[in-house]
T-cell receptor, first 113, second 115 residues
Framework: DAKTTQPPSMDCAEGRAANLPCNHSTISGNEYVYWYRQIHSQGPQYIIHGLKNNETNEMASLIITEDRKSSTLILPHATLRDTAVYYCIVRPWGGSGNTPLVFGKGTRLSVIA | SAVISQKPSRDICQRGTSLTIQCQVDSQVTMMFWYRQQPGQSLTLIATANQGSEATYESGFVIDKFPISRPNLTFSTLTVSNMSPEDSSIYLC????????????FGPGTRLTVL
């Protein structure tokens, strides 16, 4: 079973920041938080991941609370092309990548013009 | 990252037949997985494709229905056997490119419709 809780859907105005929350209150010390998105009819796309520090890349920022029980994915300037289902996933750091991702239901983000 | 291709991209099949889906990666990878996404649903892991040995299947999936091969570090196949309309799904290949990174990348998927 997925270890995360996400709202089923969210709307965001184009050009505004999209803040997608994720609750992972049972996260273990060796588990990372991963974010993926799936644009309609495509394979999931990796966005970002983190352990406990905030992370930023060219796509998004990941803010993890100090107790690590929740996180927020931030798309700073949402565009229509960001409309997708966003998945928050926790997974242990296996070193060799032995543990595959387990997907929950995700959040369907609709960016509105 | 890795460039992952799947063949076919989509197919329409008759019940009772079988379809083999190919997954090709442009570089050697450490781990390969197969997922299924039923209409309107999230992704479900079918199995881990192990190079040179039998795949490791998740609960609810069996080798007779979903035989998997992985002859080398860049290629794997998934066969959907004796298909029924309930097998209509998107099937996705996923890889981990090297140990220590743990990031999984996904292929474009194969959309299967069973009539």
């Amino acid at each position: 079973d997925a270890k995360t809780t996400q709202p089923p859907s969210m709307d965001c105005a184009e050009g505004r920041a999209a803040n997608l929350p994720c609750n992972h209150s049972t996260i273990s010390g060796n588990e990372y938080v991963y974010w993926y998105r799936q644009i309609h009819s495509q394979g999931p796309q990796y966005i970002i991941h983190g352990l406990k520090n905030n992370e930023t890349n060219e796509m998004a920022s990941l803010i993890i609370t100090e107790d690590r029980k929740s996180s927020t994915l931030i798309l700073p300037h949402a565009t229509l092309r960001d409309t997708a289902v966003y998945y928050c996933i926790v997974r242990p750091w296996g070193g060799s990548g032995n543990t595959p991702l387990v997907f929950g239901k995700g959040t369907r983000l609709s960016v509105i013009a | 990252s890795a460039v992952i291709s799947q063949k076919p991209s989509r197919d329409i099949c008759q019940r009772g037949t079988s379809l083999t889906i190919q997954c090709q990666v442009d570089s050697q990878v450490t781990m390969m997985f197969w997922y299924r996404q039923q209409p309107g649903q999230s992704l479900t892991l079918i199995a881990t494709a192990n190079q040179g040995s039998e795949a490791t299947y998740e609960s609810g999936f069996v080798i007779d229905k979903f035989p998997i091969s992985r002859p080398n570090l860049t290629f794997s196949t998934l066969t959907v056997s004796n298909m029924s309309p309930e097998d209509s799904s998107i099937y996705l290949c996923s890889v981990v490119t090297r140990p220590g990174t743990d990031t999984q990348y996904f292929g474009p998927g194969t959309r299967l419709t069973v009539l």
